[in-house]
C-alpha cells in the first residue's frame, strides 16, 4: 500500500492510486479519514461552488460607485477606500484562514464565513454612513477570506485525483460565473432600486448556501489541540501583503521611482524574506516551504495567487477612479443610467 501512494501536499490531503474511486482525506495530527461516494462528492462541489459566489460577485459594485458617492457626497480617493478595505482584509488574511481551516476544520471555517458574509451584507446594504460602510467592508473581507481558503480545500477533500481537476474546474467556473455577471445584476439593481441593492440580493445566496452545507458537508479536518498557529508567519505575511498594496496604490499616483514608494518596496520586500525565514523555521508553518520548491504542481500557485490579488487591487482602484472621474466624459457610466453601464466592463471581468 505505501508503495502506491502519492501525496499531495495541499493540506495533509493523502491519495491512494490504486483505488481512484476513493479518497482518503487524513489530518497530519489526528489520522482523521473521509471517503465520500460520487454523488456525495458532487453535491458537496455543488454547494461550495455556490458559496463561493457572494465573494465573487462582488464586482456588482463597481457599477454602484457613483450612485454610493453621490449618496455620501465622496471624492474619488475616499470611495476607493470600498475596495481598499474589502481587498486589503481578504489578501491578508487568506493563508491565515486556510491555516486556521486546517486545525479547526474546514467546513467550520467555511459556514463560519458564510454566516459572517450574511451579516456583513445585510449590515453595509443598511450601512447609514461611509465609516459604518467601511467597517462593515472589513467584516465583509474577513468573511471573503474564511470562503476563498476553505472552499478549494474541501472540494480537494472529497474529490479523488481523477476527479480533482474537473471538480475544482466547476468551482472556478462558477467563480468566474460571480464576476461577469457582476457587473451587469449590479447596474440592474443600482437603476432599479439603488446601490444598495448590490449588497442585500448576495444575502439569500449566501444564506442559502449556508444551510445547504450545514447537513452535506462532512468535517474534513479535526480540532487538534497539539496543533499551533504561527502568529509570526501570520503577521509578516499580512504586513508584506499589505505593502505590496500600498507600492501599487502609492506607485500610481506619485510614480514608483520616488523616494517613498521605494522605502516601500524595501520594506515589503524585508517583510516577506521575514515571513519566508519564519515559515522554515516553523513546526506548523502557514505555507509548506516544500510548496516552493522546483518540481511540484502546486508549486507556484502560493505565488500566483499573491500577483492575481495584488494586481486585482490595483486595477480595481483604477476602475473606481475612472467611473468616478468620467462620467461626464462617458454618459454609459453616468449613475443616472446604471442598468447600462455593467456591459462595456463585461469582457473585462474575467481577467480580474
Request: proline letters at 6%; one cysteine or more; charged letters at 10%.
Amino acid at each position: 500500500m505505501a508503495a502506491c501512494r502519492f501525496t499531495c501536499k495541499i493540506r495533509g490531503i493523502v491519495y491512494c492510486s490504486c483505488r481512484p474511486h476513493m479518497i482518503h482525506t487524513q489530518h497530519r495530527r489526528t489520522g482523521l479519514t473521509r471517503m465520500k461516494s460520487g454523488r456525495g462528492r458532487w453535491t458537496v462541489v455543488a454547494v461550495a461552488s455556490i458559496g463561493t459566489l457572494p465573494v465573487t460577485l462582488d464586482s456588482s459594485l463597481n457599477i454602484a460607485f457613483p450612485a454610493i458617492s453621490a449618496s455620501f457626497r465622496l471624492t474619488v480617493s475616499l470611495i476607493q477606500w470600498l475596495v481598499i478595505a474589502y481587498v486589503l482584509t481578504t489578501a491578508t488574511l487568506l493563508l491565515g484562514c486556510g491555516r486556521f481551516a486546517d486545525m479547526a476544520g474546514r467546513k467550520t471555517v467555511f459556514c463560519v464565513g458564510l454566516s459572517f458574509s450574511t451579516l456583513a451584507l445585510i449590515l453595509c446594504g443598511l450601512a447609514p454612513s461611509y465609516p459604518l460602510l467601511i467597517g462593515f467592508r472589513v467584516l465583509q473581507g474577513i468573511a471573503g477570506a474564511m470562503i476563498s481558503a476553505s472552499a478549494p480545500a474541501i472540494v480537494a477533500a472529497v474529490s479523488p485525483p481523477d476527479e480533482l481537476g474537473w471538480a475544482l474546474g466547476i468551482l472556478n467556473m462558477v467563480g468566474f460565473f460571480g464576476q461577469t455577471s457582476g457587473p451587469i445584476v449590479g447596474g440592474y439593481l443600482t437603476g432599479r432600486f439603488s446601490w444598495r441593492g448590490v449588497f442585500l440580493f448576495r444575502v439569500p445566496i449566501a444564506f442559502t448556501a449556508l444551510l445547504l452545507a450545514l447537513p452535506v458537508m462532512d468535517e474534513s479536518a479535526a480540532l487538534d489541540q497539539e496543533q499551533d498557529f504561527d502568529i509570526a508567519g501570520a503577521v509578516t505575511l499580512a504586513l508584506s501583503v499589505i505593502g505590496c498594496m500600498l507600492v501599487l496604490n502609492h506607485g500610481r499616483n506619485q510614480g514608483y521611482l520616488t523616494p517613498q514608494v521605494l522605502l516601500i518596496a524595501l520594506c515589503t520586500l524585508t517583510l516577506f524574506a521575514g515571513f519566508i525565514y519564519s515559515e522554515m523555521r516553523a513546526s506548523r508553518p502557514i505555507m509548506d516551504p516544500s510548496m516552493l520548491t522546483p518540481g511540484l504542481t502546486w508549486s507556484t500557485w502560493p505565488i500566483c495567487s499573491l500577483i492575481w490579488r495584488c494586481s486585482r487591487f490595483g486595477y480595481w482602484c483604477r476602475i473606481t477612479s475612472s467611473m468616478c472621474c468620467t462620467t461626464r466624459r462617458h454618459p454609459v457610466v453616468h449613475c443616472s443610467r446604471p442598468a447600462r453601464s455593467g456591459w462595456p466592463w463585461l469582457p473585462r471581468s474575467p481577467v480580474t
